[in-house]
């Protein structure tokens, strides 16, 4: 009788590991196809001649796909279950690398692709980060810790955008056929989680006949928390990754001359694994008696903006370096600490759609290079970077204030 319960107990728990798995590589691919196409920028400008003003529309047409997908996809997945929603979302980002990978055609189908890439990782970071929570907690992983699931969904997204990055930029700069390689490769590698997620666990019922109003109905956003701490700090989170890797590397690529797509490569991938790795270290700065994980990141985020401007202002590649460590640091800590909110602020029932909520909030932050870019002229750089960091501290003032009168609930 024992040895029949310890063998159903391993059996579980390596299900529960292949379930994990499953979720985790759905979420890295579909992060792989939203980020792969950063380095690639100053490619399309200095090779194919886009003018500046495209490129950033190469970059922010993205979020047209994506903000819709992460509002809509994390109800859908409450309504309908998380194994559809990601599947389409493999699903999107394979469809958009094939639409990149045809961009000879012209700059039509680069943004249709983009879009679709956008499409991809929207509903993967709603629904999977939702999964990936549910999956590690009782009964599906009862050996897990309660952060377990917001480590694994931020780690799932920031390596697959950082190899995203490294395979495509690394192939722009020195392999053949840098307009498609890199999104031939994303499709081998993504196809197979279609077949491996049909056998994946589902974690919720779907079948309900709530309305599509009903479903969409999220009386968690209306938290004083979530409003007063969250959805202040969370699009410098995204401000950051695209200041990092979208925009400093256009900057500086006078300097960095004929290594132009490497130094962005560089750029792109350094942010992304120091912020992979403080990951593990983040919770131990989260807690519920106040936000100091996010005031922790608000910082790092201020000093990581201060090494960009000294990096801008005398073209410095190593302080150029140095600014996306400290930022995707920044990052990695209040990418953590806000999926850490998000869960004790959502009822089960409304984990994936605030959580589609917090990314859709962040994600605007992605679009300040676009912003930033058409203010220069009549402002410089140095100028407008100096006012990000005054407007930083000023959030961070706000989430201080806030944290201390609105506590979030005891899950």
């Known amino acids: 009788m024992t040895v029949r319960f310890h063998q159903r107990r391993v059996q579980a728990a390596s299900s529960s590991t292949r379930d994990s798995r499953i979720a985790f590589g759905a979420l890295f691919v579909c992060a792989w196809s939203g980020n792969q196409f950063s380095p690639l920028l100053i490619m399309y ?11 950033t529309a190469f970059l922010g047409i993205y979020i047209v ?7 809509v996809s994390g109800a859908a997945s409450d309504h309908i279950g998380r194994r559809a929603p990601m599947a389409f979302a493999v699903c999107a980002g394979i469809l958009g690398s094939a ?8 700059q039509g189908v680069i943004l249709i692709g983009r879009m679709f890439a956008g499409i991809s990782v929207g509903t ?16 599906f992983d009862p050996t897990a810790d309660d952060g377990a699931g917001a480590r694994r969904a931020s780690l799932a997204f920031t390596l697959g955008s950082a190899l995203g990055a490294l395979v495509a930029g690394g192939i722009a700069q020195w392999a053949p056929w840098p307009h498609v390689l890199p999104f031939v490769l994303h499709t081998l590698v993504a196809i197979p989680f279609l077949w491996w997620l049909r056998s994946a666990t589902e974690t919720v019922r779907g079948g309900n006949n709530q309305s599509l109003r009903s479903a969409l109905r999220v009386t968690s956003v209306r938290h004083r928390r979530f409003i007063r701490v969250v959805v202040v700090y969370c699009p410098w989170l995204f401000v950051a990754c695209g200041l990092s890797y979208g925009y400093q590397p256009v900057l500086l690529a006078d300097a960095a001359g004929g ?4 130094y962005a490569t560089l750029l792109n991938v350094t942010a992304l694994i120091s912020g992979a790795l403080i990951q593990p270290a983040a919770k131990h700065l989260d807690t519920v008696l106040s936000a100091r994980g996010i005031l922790v990141a608000l910082l790092l985020l201020v000093v990581g903006l201060a090494i ?40 089960p029932h409304e984990l994936a759609k605030l959580t589609g909520i917090f990314y859709a909030v962040a994600y605007t932050g992605f679009a300040m290079p676009t912003l930033l870019a058409a203010l220069t002229p009549p402002f410089t750089t140095v100028q407008l970077l100096i006012v990000l960091i005054g407007l930083l501290m000023a959030s961070f003032t706000f989430v ?3 944290s201390r009168k609105h506590l979030p609930p005891r899950n």
């Not at 796909?65 to 509002?71: Q, R, S």
């Not at 970071?125 to 009964?139: D, H, Y």
């Open 124 to 139: 993967a970071m709603a629904v999977g980060t939702t999964w990936l929570k549910e999956l590690s907690r009782a009964p």
């Open 65 to 71: 796909g994506l903000v819709p997908a992460l509002i």
């Open 259 to 262: 290594l132009g797509l490497a």
């Open 99 to 106: 639409l990149l990978a045809c961009g000879d055609f012209g």
């Open 308 to 347: 960009m401007i000294v990096a801008v202002a005398v073209e410095d590649l190593l302080a150029g370096v140095l600014a996306s460590v400290v930022l995707g640091v920044g990052f990695g800590i209040g990418l953590v600490s806000g999926l850490l909110e998000v869960q004790r602020l959502a009822p």
């Open 45 to 55: 400008r200095d090779v194919d001649h886009y003018s500046a003003a495209m490129v």
């Open 400 to 402: 201080l204030n806030g």
